[in-house]
């Protein structure tokens, strides 16, 4: 019986999965979403094996995509008592109604898990390692050379053997970063013993790392570079491990502490001038996460900045640019940050006051422009702290930040309006925010990966880029705000 009810749970997560995302954006449309991501990865894959850049650090990029990807998806926890309060609203969600359902907390849990990794295996995961496995046909691969994956391309095809081995371990690396995300936020919501235990486990793991211990050998990816049975055993190891934190200590139905909240809005009101964007900030603050869920979205962009330039470096010998890197990168916390600013918001709730949609736009920039670049500044700060720059260098990459935030943010809103989320999956939307983001960012990512030490003079275009960027961020916007304006007119 039980059986019977989970696997019937399962099956009905993965058709509204699709129902949703079909309705959104139409059935034909959706249903290409992963024939645009095979043809995006196999045309960059082979855009960076002829600029030169070595088929392991693509692989180990697309690892660390899976992982982000996977990290972000997990987040999904800290909306979850949010929805739950909400319960007849339209944001309430399956995995989070164990207390209206006949099923345990885990139950729903470990379904709703299982069903975001085969959902998100073969929609995402699948075409990405396609089109990346027949973009690297004939190109060596350190686990060619290590007995990895492909070293049995002989038997069966080396683009099939290298998709199938490359998909195996992102879907794992995902995994992680899913299990992560949960076992992270279940640990945090168990009080001062939980947010210690955290604490001390990414402690340990960063003083591993420092070490020079080979942290990466334990993970997915480093199954992928040597197949070996050690490594595959550590690997899943890691995982299950993860996973069994998160069900242990996460529980989406708890109730928090009943709390009251003093009238803080004329407060922000006249400290931010606009009681649009006052209401924005107060109502990410008093969400579950609060701002912390700003800044957990742009720590994973750190990390992840933080291990690709250190591979980088191991690989090619040559030391990335800190400050054009970790600003570029960082810069994309734009989109998390605009995200989670739009996460409460319906343009239904503001129709029935005497608000005009251009000053719930602007609103959005003022609140934008208060949290997303100031938070990608401070781990920018960090970075440099960490590890060292130029003082031109370190002035340029926080340019550079700050202009590719403002750019992400103009062409978001320009794209999806008050809905970034929505367009993720929607494949012509898709097809046009990645063409946006890859002409300006390929470039300075291949000069802070590869042209180090930067030279002057193209530390000064970069800084004048970055201001070109900002510029066609803020240009964006303002085109958007009157096409927004009429559709949401027309209802």
Request: net charge positive; charged share 10%; proline share 5%.
């Amino acid at each position: 019986m039980t059986n019977s009810r989970t696997r019937r749970i399962f099956v009905e997560m993965v058709r509204e999965e699709w129902r949703l995302h079909s309705h959104l954006f139409g059935g034909g449309r959706f249903a290409a979403f992963p024939v645009l991501i095979a043809v995006l990865a196999a045309g960059t894959t082979a855009l960076l094996v002829v600029t030169g850049t070595g088929a392991t650090t693509v692989i180990a990029g697309l690892h660390a995509l899976a992982l982000v990807f996977g990290l972000h998806t997990g987040s999904i926890g800290f909306v979850g008592r949010d929805a739950l309060r909400n319960l007849l609203g339209d944001v309430t969600l399956l995995v989070f109604s164990a207390r209206t359902l006949p099923l345990s907390r885990e139950q729903l849990l470990a379904v709703f898990v299982c069903k975001d990794v085969v959902f998100y295996a073969l929609l995402f995961l699948l075409p990405l390692s396609v089109g990346t496995g027949a973009a690297l046909l004939g190109v060596p691969t350190a686990a060619a050379s290590a007995g990895g994956p492909s070293a049995a391309a002989s038997a069966v095809g080396p683009a099939v053997v290298t998709a199938v081995g490359l998909w195996a371990t992102l879907t794992l690396t995902f995994v992680l970063g899913l299990g992560a995300t949960v076992a992270g936020i279940g640990l945090a919501g168990r009080g001062v013993p939980g947010v210690a235990l955290l604490g001390g486990l990414l402690a340990a793991g960063g003083a591993a790392w420092a070490a020079g211990v080979d942290v990466v050998a334990y993970t997915p990816y480093g199954a992928y570079l040597a197949g070996t049975p050690p490594r595959i055993a550590a690997s899943v190891a890691l995982v299950l491990a993860t996973f069994a934190v998160g069900a242990v200590t996460y529980d989406p139905t708890g109730r928090r502490p009943a709390r009251t909240a003093g009238p803080a809005f004329r407060r922000w009101w006249r400290r931010i001038g606009d009681p649009l964007a006052a209401r924005t900030l107060l109502d990410v603050h008093r969400s579950s996460g609060g701002f912390g869920k700003v800044v957990f979205s742009a720590a994973i962009l750190f990390g992840a900045t933080a291990a690709l330039v250190d591979l980088a470096g191991q690989i090619t010998g040559v030391a990335p640019s800190v400050g054009v890197s970790f600003g570029a990168v960082l810069g994309l916390s734009g989109f998390t940050t605009y995200n989670w600013l739009t996460q409460s918001d319906d343009v239904d709730s503001y129709r029935v006051h005497p608000v005009a949609v251009p000053a719930v736009f602007a609103a959005k920039l003022r609140a934008f422009l208060l949290l997303g670049p100031l938070v990608g500044l401070g781990f920018y700060a960090v970075a440099v702290a960490w590890r060292g720059a130029r003082a031109l260098e370190a002035v340029v990459g926080a340019a550079l930040l700050v202009g590719v935030a403002c750019y992400i943010f103009g062409t978001t809103v320009y794209l999806a309006g008050l809905s970034p989320n929505e367009f993720l999956f929607d494949t012509a939307l898709f097809a046009a925010f990645g063409a946006a983001m890859v002409v300006p960012l390929v470039p300075i990512l291949v000069v802070g990966f590869a042209l180090t030490p930067v030279p002057v003079a193209l530390l000064a275009a970069l800084g004048v880029g970055s201001v070109v960027l900002g510029a066609a961020g803020f240009a964006l916007y303002r085109r958007a705000v009157p096409k927004w304006e009429r559709r949401y007119r027309k209802g």
